[in-house]
């Protein structure tokens, strides 16, 4: 185990808060864990294959006639197929050896609950959130990054008092919203999706789905679980560890109960994607141009010089150095400037900042051009830092309103 310092990753959810500690757990831990966990045993997809021409395989449950939706041809029994990759440890490959690559990073979480309540000696309630790799041998991966078998999740575990879980769980749905719209993500293009009871995963006494409306329908982006203390005590009878809590003011001892916000980076990302993409029509052409958050974008501020020439190059990297001391910001001076703003636009740059001839000859100011309004402003260099700061904010309000 490895307690993360409270980076940039985390930002949200862990620097942001004080009751919520980082973790970077072991993606290979002990077989036991996933046994314990039920995941040897129960975290299967119903398998089918078609009997007909193709011999393709399906998740039966995504299915919705009883053909194969390839060829037509007469569907199989449907099987329980385990979604966990298996792998050897130690140079010898019998069963005694064999693991397992981790589904999902809640697991390391509650195995190493009693290290992190040692080590960072905080109270209940308080969270513990991991971003990383989880590995799951789907049937049927697709629709672009939304189901692969290599992902990387963020799931965070919130430990509290059991007459507390109801309250807790209410308040993770409500702030998981609020993340997505916080960067940028439309409200009317999310919605919320209770399960129903046939659908809820064994370990939960309540789930909701926080959905995106993808070009390919309705879709998960996020789970809310009310896991009860269904992992803790799973884990102590297993381990024979006891992982109860004392509750020094209440003089109470008791397994905590958790809910858990369990969502996806790529899925989450996709939806960024989709949801900032737009293509506007210009006088020429179409213009395309992704509307993205200025905390998602990969470049904040583009440095343009009009042209290559010596006269400008000093002072666009004068501009660029000043820039970059703040934000991402990309020196490009390459190809006319008409396509240099265009590819700032598909990539989502909310500022591109322009030196020309006048900035080295007469005023020593540059041109903000705005990537949403295509307005431009001239600023003097000594106030540039400034000027990008409250244009970057502007653009922040527009995302998110
Ligand atoms: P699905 O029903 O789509 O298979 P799930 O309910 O099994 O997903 P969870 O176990 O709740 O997924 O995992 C939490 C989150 O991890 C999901 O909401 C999703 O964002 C992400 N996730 C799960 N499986 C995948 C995958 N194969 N590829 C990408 N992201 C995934």
Known sequence: MQCRDKSEDNKNIVREREDVVGLDAAILMHPDVWVASGHVGGFTDPLVQCQGECKERFRADTLDGEACPKCGGKLGEARQ?????????????????QIWLRPETAQGIFVNFENVLNSSRKKLPFGIAQIGKSFRNEITPGNFIFRTREFEQM??????????AEKWFEYWVEFSMGFFTRFG???EMLRLREHTDDE????ATRATDIEYRFSFGWSELETINHRGDHDLKAHSEKSGKDLSYFDEQTRERFIPHVVEPAMGADRTLLALLADAYDEE???KEIRTVLRLHPEIAPVTVAVLPLSKKD???????????ILSKSWNAQYDDTQSIGRRYRRQDEVGTPLC??????TVEEDDAVTIRHRDTMEQIRVPIENLAAAVGDQLEAIRKDVTS
């Open 81 to 97: 197929f385990n979604l966990m990759f298996k792998t050897f440890m130690g140079p010898v490959e019998d069963d005694a050896a």
């Open 155 to 164: 799931e965070m575990e919130y430990f509290c008092h059991p007459d507390e």
């Open 185 to 187: 993500i439309r409200k």
């Open 200 to 203: 809820r995963p064994h370990y």
């Open 281 to 283: 029509e210009g006088e």
């Open 311 to 321: 006269t400008l190059v000093p002072t666009a990297k004068r501009v660029h150095e």
């Open 353 to 358: 900042v322009t030196v020309d001839f006048k």
